[in-house]
């Protein structure tokens, strides 16, 4: 059997969500099937790290698609000429787009179609680009793996797709998230936020992260509790508009907000474990892998009451509404001064991370590609 395999957002230390998750699932999944022969498909010069196995070739086609014009001659012209040379049995593509003119069957991961929801949050390019195209990929894929209910049922709704053609592939966490020592700690304080407590948020730098609520609503509780507690914000600037600006600019010079970047995967694991707690009260998920990596790391979570994050948070997490900047600062107040509300959320953490393993991701997305071949 051969199996095609969108891999172009596997980019040596520049995985995002989507990237982690192709990572994290082919990684097993390769190993997992030996007797498949797998064909990784680069839009650029490649890591030898992402070739999983022996039973990996890997193909670079241009041109670069980061950018709706080369992405349509990337997935309709480029990759249909690479799989009618290959003749895979199936193409997978985990970044919710497929070859519009390939006659090859497909599966297509779906995130989320938070565009169709929140448009003005992107680039107009973009928003164009995904309205016109996505339901175009969920009506032609042979099947269709997403990674919560919530989307599942979205995708439904929106795009009027059978329930019967979705499977739900849960995301997972890197299992290198674990509780510090008290030495650690310290710390991680000490290197992350000049010694004090702090929060912290991990994610890109977005509107539809809420930071421009999230920051008011950290500097209001500053403000009520004269409290030294930072915020520690952890990734890249994606794309951000004026209110999200002004906020990042007043928190920031103020002393209060510390803008660290992107961390490498050690350094991450060090800076979640060391907070407080994980504030991560985005208007609109898929899923919301943050949330799980504090699970594992042993940190109390505080998330949104909207879309998928009570799905994957269960009882776990403090529940806020996203859009009052009143509800998010005193939930921040009641973490940072509530011991024992802290205790109980990092137990229920644990118990919860446990539904969310790549082991169990792998396998989940197996039984969808076999679905998909069987149709």
């Keep these: 059997m051969k199996i095609a395999v969108n891999t172009r957002l596997l980019l040596r230390d520049r995985l ?49 698609a980061r950018h709706p014009m080369l992405m349509k001659i990337w997935y309709d012209w480029s990759l249909p000429a690479l799989l009618k040379r290959i003749k895979p049995d199936i193409f997978i593509s985990p970044d919710a787009q497929i070859s519009l003119t390939s006659s090859i069957k497909q599966l297509v991961v779906i995130h989320d179609i938070n565009f169709e929801h929140f448009p003005q949050d992107i680039p107009k390019v973009y928003t164009d680009f995904l309205k016109k195209r996505s339901p175009r990929f969920a009506q032609k894929a ?23 053609k979705i499977d739900v592939v849960y995301n997972g966490a890197n299992t290198d ?40 609503a950290f500097l ?18 994606f794309w951000q ?3 999200l600006k002004e906020s990042m600019a007043e928190g920031i010079a103020s002393g209060s907000i510390l803008l660290k970047g992107r961390l490498g995967a050690r350094d991450l694991t060090r800076a979640i474990g060391g907070a407080l707690a994980s ?54 107040e009641k973490i940072a001064t509530d011991v024992t509300l802290r205790t109980s959320l990092v137990e229920k953490g644990f118990n919860r991370a446990k539904l969310f393993h790549w082991d169990k991701s792998a396998e989940a997305m197996w039984n969808c590609i076999t679905k998909a071949l069987q149709k």
């Design 241 to 243: 508009d004026d209110q």
């Design 220 to 237: 209001a509780y500053k403000k009520r509790t004269n409290s030294s507690v930072k915020l520690v914000l952890v990734g890249n600037i």
């Design 142 to 164: 042979a099947r269709i793996a997403t990674v919560s209910e919530f989307s599942k049922s979205d995708l439904v709704r929106t795009y009027d797709i059978s329930p019967d």
């Design 177 to 216: 998230y674990k509780p510090l020592s008290e030495k650690d700690r310290i710390q991680a304080k000490q290197e992350f936020a000049q010694g004090e407590d702090y929060f912290i948020f991990v994610g890109s730098i977005h509107p539809r992260k809420n930071l421009q609520r999230l920051i008011p």
């Design 279 to 332: 504030v991560y009260v985005s208007y609109f998920e898929g899923f919301g892998i943050p949330i799980v990596e504090a699970f594992y790391a042993g940190v109390p979570v505080i998330t949104s009451n909207v879309t998928s994050m009570p799905e994957v948070a269960g009882d776990a997490a403090l529940l806020v509404d996203p859009f009052s900047i009143d509800e998010i600062s005193n939930a921040l």
């Design 16 to 64: 995002d969500g989507i990237g982690w998750f192709t990572f994290e699932v082919f990684k097993r999944i390769v190993a997992a099937h030996p007797e498949v022969e797998f064909h990784f498909i680069f839009d650029r010069p490649y890591s030898p790290e992402f070739i999983f196995g022996k039973n990996v070739k890997a193909h670079v086609i241009p041109p670069p």
